[in-house]
């Protein structure tokens, strides 16, 4: 049958007057547009649904598309916000998503609570049914589809259109707004995209469908032309007095401490210092340790790079160096249980430690059980560690440091870990992973790594200069790599060679994306394999198959059936997800010896397709010893009890 | 490496005596599946994690096993719970699933809300952190994976344990308890089960995962060995009064009027009153019409159906009908605009109103502009209609119905719609398809309709006897169908021929699953085909392929990119996800002629795999007429308007 036209009049580039102030006004739905690419977002991930149309028809227009604006289609919502999650990671922008209230916006919200967990800067629209069906008293007792009705009389009551803004206000985000009047939405569209900067969280905006072509004023464009994070966080100037004083507090501990170290914790990314806490370790040659969620912000190939440290749960060759600490700086420090080797963080006696955190510096004995505060700890809040960072690469004094670092102790390796490898082995081991493993990457390479055994592998493993690895390492949902991964390609196209700082890299050096994902995490969120082609993301796919969930195994149940996975036929994936016309290229690996070469050639720039997916067969029940401590973690949950 | 060897108690079939009170106990992971299968459910869907590992080896227990105890599996939490869905749906069961908090649970929130929009029956059984965890002064500050941390300085404020149930609380759910004293645990299991029954709508338990080794007595088990859904609607006495006299003011009603008529609305099938709303039509030969959520409810090959009652959506003929009512008993009835024709259900004047739910019978007079509550109104709260209508069947004179129905009219039948279509076109329309698709179907069939274009003309072809219907008309949430029909085809298995309800269909013909999916539904959760293949589903899948989100191009942006989705090699997913010895059977249908053939040979039996895949090719921008009115509705929303 003839399909219906519609016709409502196709945005132009056209600018309205207001009639009443004489003053330019653009359509909202532009406007929100134009925001996210002054926050320096170009790509948005998403997918369509009713109440979002009318603004996605606002991706079409051809000054936002000048400036970059670009709309990624995803399969569905939850591998859309680990999309932008992952763009977010690789950019140090705001990763953003659109979906439709309810059904698409549940559907996304696990990848929103894990950027939350994570710190991660991501910017959630939700469509949400027009400004009148919510207030109007024909309208707002009206039961609409996607909204979930009144858990009383609902055939009496209508529905809370607030109901999920409610759920997530407060909880997994920094900053939300229900847009309600349209002379409040430039300025909580501009409220929310700060927030996101400034706290490093998710924010929400939830946009009336009908609000989209209504006109706005375009003051804060041309008030604040552009957002950046830089002028989210600027320090008052009673802060900036703070800032001095602290940093001569630190400079002060520095000059006297024999055995300095610093930890370069996962909010140094988040707040854009990783050119600065690097540099401060060139200058100082001070001691320096990776946390397990802030791997690769320090350049580990650094000379003075003493390893991961992670409390009980880390090497211990890191545990004795890290011991011999009089004083511990932490940048960007962010405490949970994974990121503190579930809390057996140990200090040498009398050690000094300084917590350089966006909202607080604090300065305490960890070991002091006098618990003496006023002597002993001090604490300055409301001090973004940025601006210490800063302050203390501009104005330290070389010349006063005195350490006494043990003469014997070189830089970390990962040989030193003597990961027992049998060479003649037929079997792929993790071990042989460990041991091998760094081989295959480049400098300036970047890795996304899936939560899952080999996760637990990568941290002890040396990363090559300038290497940027990006994991959920603490809210561990597993399956979100693999649309991270995408998100990860989307921004390397939208910000080619983001991620490295200085000249170390040739030009010609084009940096590899790498994706290590498990069988099971991957079963999970698959289908964003068509959109890596779709968008054509260039990726070397390392699919570890152990034959269903592996870190499960590990804990309890190893031979269980609930552990078990279906076996797929990964290598034909890409194929059947639309690859018609031989883009990309799959194979299995099954001896050591045929991923020796395959990551040889891989590393070489051997690849003549846009996607390499290899599926490399583990066994079964072959997981890294790292993943050991969070079994054992585990076990204590199991001791029977009996109610006596 | 060797794996870890994980020492803990296996649990036995060994009762653990209580030594205070002398009374056996069970374990708690006993005793809540125990209380699943006393509710009916045997197959329980999820995916495991760490939280959870120690509930799911209860799943082995060999007394459990052999009341039915099955664990299927899921790729991911959403679809597990749209899974879950599925299964209750065609039971009429509780649908359950297992998965661990935050990473798993908040996947699952969508597949929830969708199931408390539609009235389903689903637990969803969440493990959580060990009850000291989160309240232990060394552990309730830690910030354990999965959680999301303190929105205001996490590394010094604990985590909120109870933040996912708070979420969930009163919203998406009419019950839900964190379990917290072991000594309640097994009141609030059995709590929440009865909730479910009562107010068919979704419940959560939270189970930190050491309660579930720790034993509990079995008292519950002894006094209530079955939780069934007529015990948890039971009437009280004074209930039981009420229930005579609104029958009788029915009847009343009944025997005055000279053309009645019934609605056959959603609510029915959740409260088991399939068998006797039908007959209640086959002994009082009253007009009767479906709605569009209740669709299959009523026995659509019945003598007296007069069509699917959509208010101004629906067809001309049927409104005529409605409009000639002057009573008109609405059982089972749920409001909201898809179920209502978005607000346009048209009464004939003077008309007498009965709407019969779970929770009110009311009386009134909808086109009584005098708003006349005292005379013409008069509502019951508290009486759940599934009594009056088994009393008005038990106790209807059917010699006292005085009808005066026109005898002109007819059953409705499809035909009268008058699809035309060209019967030697080359391409499959969705005309065709209205036209052709019920010769397709036998009576006692079983088919799942995919939120979509398709679904939009499913509403006006009359059913055959006994099919039984499944579609998420209201909530809408894409790709919900394809792991719901998992959920319908593992509940087949449990429970046989359970949709049938006499003995029209014979012994020997097995009912058919049929899905009816779309393209860009599909992709969203098409990895649970997987499942399907896994856990031997027998299944015909009839995938709509029009290239994109055919419902939003309708709506607008026919030609946007944005309602593009990737091409997809549709009939070779099911080889690559794990049928490797030819189970399933694939094929492309381009032509009617290839179509009405493949139907006729399904439709007779002629297959020779578990699963038939057929991707039916249709032109991009064709879709059904009843589509039309989602679109004008939608309309509305984008008149432009410029701020004055």
């Given amino acids: 049958m003839t399909p219906v036209t519609y016709n409502i009049e196709q945005p132009t580039n056209f600018n309205f007057i207001n009639l009443k102030t004489g003053q330019k006004e ?21 997918v369509p649904g009713d109440f979002n149309l009318p603004l996605l028809e606002y991706l079409y227009e051809p000054q936002l ?38 059904v698409g916006e549940l559907s ?7 950027g939350f967990a994570e710190n991660s800067k991501i910017l959630h629209i939700v469509g949400v049914a027009r400004s009148v069906d919510s207030r109007c008293k024909n309208f707002k007792k009206r039961n609409l589809h996607h909204l979930v009705p009144n858990l009383i009389d609902s055939n009496f009551n209508g529905p809370n259109h607030k109901i999920y803004y409610e759920m997530i206000k407060d909880k997994i985000c920094c900053s939300a707004e229900y847009l309600e009047d349209i002379d409040q939405v430039c300025n909580q569209v501009d409220k929310v995209i700060q927030d996101i900067f400034k706290y490093s969280k998710p924010g929400y905006i939830f946009v009336p469908v009908d609000f989209v072509n209504m006109t706005v004023p375009i003051d804060n464009l041309l008030i604040n032309p552009k957002i950046n994070l830089i002028d989210c966080i600027k320090p008052s100037f009673d802060d900036e007095i703070k800032i001095i004083e602290i940093t001569k507090l ?66 211990t060759l890191v545990k004795e160096r890290f011991l011999q600490c009089d004083l511990i700086l932490n940048f960007g420090v962010d405490k949970n249980e994974i990121n503190q080797g579930h809390y057996t963080f140990k200090y ?48 330290i004094d070389v010349g006063q440091l005195k350490y006494q670092y043990p003469v014997s102790i070189k830089p970390f390796k990962t040989e030193e870990l003597n990961f027992e490898h049998d060479p003649n082995s037929q079997i792929i081991t993790q071990t042989y992973i460990q041991n091998k493993f760094t081989d295959y990457l480049n400098p300036g390479d970047v890795v996304v790594c899936e939560t899952g055994s080999v996760q637990f592998a990568m941290r002890d493993l040396v990363l090559p200069n300038q290497l940027k690895y990006i994991s959920q390492g603490f809210f561990l949902s597993i399956g979100m790599a693999l649309p991270a991964a995408l998100g990860v390609g ?78 797929w036929d990964w290598t034909k994936l890409l194929q059947v997800f639309g690859d018609f016309d031989d ?46 401590h969070m079994v054992e973690s585990a076990k204590v949950k199991n001791i029977k009890s009996t109610a006596i």
């Fill in 348 to 395: 040498k006696q009398d050690c000094q430690l300084i917590e350089l955190h966006p909202n607080y510096i604090r300065f305490s004995k960890p070991n002091d059980d006098d618990n003496d505060e006023e002597e002993d700890e001090q604490i300055f809040k409301g001090i973004n560690f940025i601006h210490i960072l800063k302050s203390l690469v501009e104005s």
């Fill in 490 to 567: 989307i921004a390397m196209q939208d910000y080619p060679r983001n991620h490295l700082s200085n000249n170390d890299i040739p030009n010609d050096y084009v940096p590899r994306l790498i994706l290590l994902e498990g069988d099971g995490a991957a079963q999970m969120t698959i289908q964003e394999l068509s959109s890596m082609i779709r968008f054509n993301i260039p990726i070397e796919i390392m699919l570890w198959n152990n034959n269903g969930y592996t870190i499960e195994r590990a804990i309890l149940g190893p031979t269980r059936s609930y552990n078990d996975v279906m076996k």
């Fill in 65 to 102: 598309i000048e400036q970059g604006l670009r709309w990624i289609g995803n399969c569905n919502e939850l591998n859309a916000a680990y999309a932008a999650d992952g763009y977010s990671r690789y950019s140090n922008k705001i990763g953003c998503l659109i979906t439709t209230y309810g």
């Fill in 250 to 315: 630190i400079q002060d501990q520095l000059y006297k401490s024999k055995n300095p170290a610093i930890i370069g914790d996962v909010l140094i990314d988040r707040y854009g210092g990783q050119e600065l806490i690097n540099r401060l370790i060139n200058e100082t040659h001070i001691w320096n340790f990776s946390s397990v969620n802030g791997k690769s912000i320090i350049n580990e190939s650094n000379s003075t790079y003493m390893g991961l440290y992670n409390g009980d749960e880390g090497p």
């Fill in 26 to 46: 653009i359509p909202f739905g532009e406007y929100l547009f134009q925001r996210i690419l002054d926050a320096g977002t170009k790509s948005i991930f998403g």
């Fill in 583 to 628: 883009r990309t290229d799959s194979c299995t690996i099954n001896t050591p010896k045929e991923l020796a070469y395959k990551m040889e050639q891989l590393k070489k720039g051997n690849k003549t397709k846009i996607i390499e997916l290899m599926e490399i067969k583990l066994e079964t029940l072959d997981y890294p010893k790292q993943l050991k």
């Fill in 108 to 114: 996304a919200m696990n990848g929103i609570a894990g």
